[in-house]
């Protein structure tokens, strides 16, 4: 545009956004650092903090700075033009064993847990399982898939092997990780949210994998689950440039499920419903894997532990949790299959009729309103239903997932 | 004679086990300094080349100038942006300032509007992100 221009930001946000301009293009841009935060101040603590405040990094006064970022002569370096080439350094690393350890973990190239160490050997044995060539583009992945606020890093199918090897993964894993890896989709976001990411998986590839979807489906109690959930973790750290805490990751909070996120087949066997997969328009027995993103999911009893009784009407009660979920980011709710028979027996025949219904307008909303209580948010337009788990106690969780996409694994054999 | 049978078996107990120990260590030892080397691929991806930009000329003076306030939308963007408004109208007085909020539905979204505006009108630009 050719115009002077000053952002106003956190300094909060100074490793991250100076990064950021750097990446754009503009590594001399005159970022003005305030105090943070904004939200939720009034205007008299925006004046004293902000206006007649200090720059947290220089100390110097924030509007005195702002008018020399307008009229101070453009140095030298600010000046520069040119491209700036990067290269991810050599191809390969040789050093004593406990050294390589030392130096993925310096580099961050780990999640901070042992590694297996990714040699040529241990690579082509990931690289035999597919038909792929290792120098095909796989995809490419930033830190947020929403818009273009990161710069995409690009990857191959050796590159994925890497991090697969990293990972623990055995190699008959690779086609499902090379799906995953080829959405590009990020499983630790760089959103101040603390999002959690989660694959469910669908198709015969459960059982040839040894993917779990029972008895603790959704956590690290089968290798598959565990190790192909942690790939997704190094794949987004080494992939994607994911996880670099004051650049790439701002969560507020954190979340402890980016380890090894949500990675659960769907007990098929034993849903009374058509599988997820078939609802997003796949064949039955085709193996897909399908992709959400979210806050994460709790117990179902930690939200309505007053409702516990001898008689449980079920579709109500998640209904009530489903009013509570706003429609920011979707919801989903992972029921075990007694929970779905009992839905079923309720008079849902299909994941649709239930669906009508959770997203019917709360029938407790007249009441509340009169009650002075805050109305009931809107239903999620993006809600999901799944079913896992064992069939060992009525148990089921719910929470803030949203659906993103799914994809065939099998094109990646 | 006994005495010196049980002497002749201790003593040689004790160089044995001494001779043990010290091999154990020797050999820790030297598996240390010849520790095997390997050779591990490189897990990074492909980081894109940056193209520099020009960053646009400064002003002489901001008296007689026209500043865009653009907030971006986030919450408690608009009151930062007043503040600042007022700053400027109580300090620089010949400057003049104009808020406008960011449309498009989003943070990120574009506003070519707005840009078209600004390209013409404006001297500078304070875009505050909010958070």
Redesign the interface.
């Known amino acids: 545009?050719?115009?002077?221009?000053?952002?106003?930001?956190?300094s909060?946000?100074y490793e991250q956004e100076t990064e950021k301009a750097?990446?754009?293009?503009?590594?001399?841009?005159r970022t003005?650092w305030i105090q943070?935060?904004?939200?939720?101040?009034?205007?008299p603590e925006?004046?004293r903090d902000?206006?007649n405040g200090r720059n947290p990094i220089s100390k110097q006064p924030v509007?005195q700075e702002?008018?020399e970022k307008?009229?101070?002569?453009?140095t030298n370096d600010?000046?520069?033009?040119?491209?700036?080439?990067?290269?991810?350094?050599?191809?390969?690393?040789?050093?004593?064993?406990?050294n390589?350890r030392k130096m993925?973990e310096e580099k961050r190239?780990t999640d901070f847990l042992p590694i297996v160490?990714?040699?040529?050997e241990r690579?082509n044995e990931m690289l035999a399982n597919t038909s792929r060539d290792p120098d095909e583009i796989v995809g490419k992945?930033s830190p947020t898939n929403t818009?273009?606020?990161f710069?995409?890093?690009?990857?191959t199918v050796?590159?994925v092997a890497?991090?697969a090897v990293?990972a623990g993964a055995k190699p008959e894993y690779f086609p499902l990780l090379l799906a995953v890896a080829s959405t590009g989709k990020e499983s630790m976001s760089v959103s101040d949210n603390s999002f959690v990411a989660a694959l469910l998986i669908n198709g015969s590839i459960r059982n040839e994998l040894g993917i779990n979807y029972t008895v603790g489906a959704m956590g690290p109690y089968a290798h598959a689950n565990t190790t192909i959930g942690r790939a997704w973790t190094?794949i987004s750290i080494?992939?994607?440039?994911c996880g670099k805490v004051g650049t790439t990751y701002m969560g507020v909070v954190g979340n402890p499920m980016n380890l090894i996120n949500i990675v659960l087949g769907e007990n098929e066997e034993e849903s009374p419903w058509e599988p997820f997969s078939v609802r997003k328009g796949y064949r039955k027995n085709e193996n897909v894997v399908s992709l959400f993103e979210g806050w994460g999911v709790l117990s179902a009893a930690n939200w309505r532990a007053a409702s516990w009784g001898k008689e449980m009407n079920y579709p109500t009660i998640i209904k009530s949790i489903f009013d509570q979920q706003g429609g920011l980011f979707g919801a989903t709710a992972i029921l075990s299959p007694p929970i779905a028979n009992f839905v079923k027996e309720a008079g849902y025949r299909t994941v649709e009729d239930f669906e009508t219904f959770l997203v019917a307008p709360a029938a407790s909303a007249g009441q509340a309103a009169k009650a002075k209580s805050p109305a009931p948010k809107p239903m999620a337009p993006n809600m999901s239903i799944i079913v896992a788990g064992g069939t060992n106690n009525n148990y089921y969780s719910i929470g803030g997932l949203r659906y993103l996409q799914s994809v065939q694994i099998d094109n990646w054999r | 004679m006994k005495w010196h049978k049980s002497a002749a078996v201790i003593a040689a107990l004790c160089i044995g086990l001494f001779c043990g120990y010290s091999t154990v260590g020797n050999q820790a030892i030297a598996q240390n300094n010849t520790a095997e080397k390997i050779t591990v691929l490189n897990p990074l991806g492909n980081p894109p080349p940056i193209k520099l930009k020009n960053m646009a000329p400064r002003l002489n003076t901001l008296e007689g100038k026209t500043i865009y306030l653009v907030d971006d939308g986030y919450i408690g963007g608009d009151n930062l942006l007043y503040e600042i408004q007022d700053w400027f109208k109580e300090n620089h007085p010949k400057t003049t300032t104009l808020y406008k909020r960011k449309g498009g539905g989003g943070f990120e979204a574009e506003d070519p509007a707005l840009w078209a505006e600004m390209k013409e009108k404006a001297d500078g630009i304070i875009i505050a992100l909010g958070h």
């Not at chain 1, 750097?22 to 841009?29: A, C, I, K, Q, R």
């Not at chain 1, 307008?70 to 453009?74: G, Q, V």
């Not at chain 1, 160490?117 to 040529?120: F, H, K, S």
């Open positions: 545009m050719g115009i002077p221009s000053i952002p106003v930001v956190l909060e946000f750097l990446n754009e293009g503009l590594p001399g841009l003005q943070g935060p904004v939200w939720a101040k009034t205007r925006l004046k902000v206006i509007m702002i008018v307008f009229t101070k002569p453009l600010e000046k520069r033009t040119g491209e700036i080439i990067r290269d991810r350094g050599p191809a390969t690393f040789t050093d004593t064993e406990a390589l993925f190239w160490l990714p040699t040529a690579v992945m818009g273009n606020y710069e995409y890093w690009t990857y050796r590159d890497v991090n990293m190094l080494n992939l994607g440039n």
